[in-house]
């Protein structure tokens, strides 16, 4: 079964920035879009942004010109650049594809916390 995985969370201080990337262990049949959430201590899990196959973008108003999400379908591989990082944007975030019949398929999630 194909895995999603994500890898470049971390510890960074207010104003840096970040490169997310989720990586699938395999070509993931039926997907239609893909994205990645987030979820912050104490609250729900939230869209930060999604891509389409054929590559239109959408963001999360709290992360617009901040962060820009990307995929290379070569790769099999998605990615979150995230940059002018704020405390408020630590949280679990998660990747995320989905997929016309078998519905959503999730990564584990990676940390990302901001603070000095």
Same mark, same amino acid.
């Given at each position: 079964?194909?895995?999603? $995985?994500?890898?470049?969370?971390?510890?960074?201080? &207010? /104003?840096?920035s970040l490169?997310?990337? %989720?990586?699938?262990?395999?070509?993931?049949?039926? $997907?239609?879009?893909?994205? +990645?959430?987030?979820?912050? &201590?104490?609250?729900? !899990?939230?869209? $930060?942004?999604?891509?389409?196959?054929? /590559?239109? @973008?959408?963001?999360? #108003?709290? $992360?617009?010109?901040?962060?820009?999400?990307?995929? #290379?379908?070569?790769?099999?591989?998605?990615?979150?650049?995230?940059?002018?990082l704020k405390p408020e #944007?630590?949280?679990?975030?998660? %990747?995320?594809?989905? !997929?016309?019949?078998?519905? #959503?398929? +999730?990564?584990?999630?990676?940390?990302? @916390?901001?603070?000095?």
């Open positions: 079964q194909v895995q999603l $995985v994500e890898s470049g969370g971390g510890l960074v201080q &207010p /104003g840096g490169r997310l990337s %989720c990586a699938a262990s395999g070509r993931i049949s039926g $997907v239609y879009l893909m994205g +990645w959430f987030r979820r912050a &201590p104490g609250k729900q !899990r939230e869209l $930060v942004a999604t891509i389409t196959n054929g /590559g239109t @973008t959408n963001y999360a #108003d709290s $992360v617009k010109g901040r962060f820009t999400i990307s995929r #290379d379908n070569a790769k099999n591989t998605m990615y979150l650049q995230m940059n002018s #944007d630590t949280a679990v975030y998660y %990747c995320n594809a989905k !997929r016309v019949i078998l519905g #959503d398929l +999730w990564g584990q999630g990676t940390q990302v @916390t901001v603070s000095s």
